[in-house]
């Protein structure tokens, strides 16, 4: 049997994405207790006892507008797309004339559907489930995605319509093999920027779908969604995040919950796309998040935004230029690319870009053209003196690790070797093994003496 899909519908604040967040096993949705948190459909391999299914959690029934009629589409996509839906409404509050409507319309997709009940941990929610009844959708089911009640008489009603035997490993091995099949054959790429750069415009056309809310104000997407895609053949994990603002412009609860779990997704990723806006390029808030990305040691690419636009595309272009060599020393030769999502412009160079900077952040260099390099650089330039009047010895180099590339030099006096002629090793590392645009990390380890005697 195939993998069975369950989508969570049901009005805003009902707690859907708490619900989700538990069957999957981790905080992958924001949560807040402001109604319409969720604006895009989310999807995760989620387990309940022995099941294991594909949950999506989506948007909730807002009143009609721009941004609800396009939240409303994604839903009722993840609706259409299906096997079985489980329809929430609030214990607490009862039955509202958005339940109602939501609960007409589902009765004519003619699907299997599980009611819900939530936040039915408290005695004074039995008028609300028993009110339930008037939506004609079958018998409400009393739970509390908060506290974990009821999951055993959901698990029961699922049990109805999922294959038990499609899962047969342990939820600590499922998550193993998934780790490992993220790190072996799926490209991880988070698009990150300040608000209203074109991030969510940028993923639909790439992905050549309406996938996620796009609007002309900024702070429409808050929940870094990831979207499993395939370009010519490989593998991708693509994340649209929410906008980064200064931090001391961050006043409001949730958009702070929304900036962690961008940074959270950004250091996750494997490559990160830092999305400007042509008209502000690399404003100081930008600077700050291709510093974090590179402490972070992902690979970095910067996209120029709406280039379409730009008149003098000399001037901006030198501009660009200048501030990536004054402002990101610590990596020489980051790729920067102009970009026009609406138009479609640039968009198969960017992914071109992408598998070559992945490609030189997975490179491994074999030990033996390593210690010829290194040799010839202490040849060319000569270690410093230590105290005792000899120069610092360099035995022997190798690369420990990749992503990023990660190299030791073990030597028997490596405390005084001054971050001069470290920059002048990692550079030549750069330089000699086609490592542009890419963190290296680099230490200096003492090597033990065989001859001194151990205690």
Known sequence: MNEKIVAIIGRTNVGKSTLFNRLIGR??????????VTRDRREGNATLFDLAFRLIDTAGLEESGPLSDAMWKQTEKAINDADLLLYMIDARIGITPQDLKLADFLRKKNKPLILLANKSEGNDQIYGVSEAYQLAIGDPLPISAEHALGMDALYNELKKYIDPSLKKKSRRQEAKEAQNTELEDVIQIAIVGRPNVGKSTLVNHLLKDERVLTGPEAGVTRDAIAIDWKYKGRNLRLVDTAG???????????????AAD???????????VLVLDADAVLEKQDLTIASQVIQEGRALIIAVNKWDIVKNKTDSLEKLRDKLQTSLRQVRGIPFLTISATKEKGLDALMKAIFNIYDKWNKRIPTAPLNRWLQEAIERHPTPMAQNGRRIPMKYITQHKTRPPSFVI???NPDKLPESYYRYLVNGIRDNFDLDGVPIRLNVKKQNNPYVEKN
């Open 27 to 36: 905080k992958k949705a924001i949560v807040h207790d402001r109604p319409g």
């Open 244 to 258: 980064l603002r200064k931090r001391a412009k961050i006043e409001d609860d949730l958009e702070k919950l929304a």
């Open 262 to 272: 961008t940074k959270r997704s950004a250091f996750l990723a494997q490559v990160v």
């Open 410 to 412: 073990f030597s028997s």
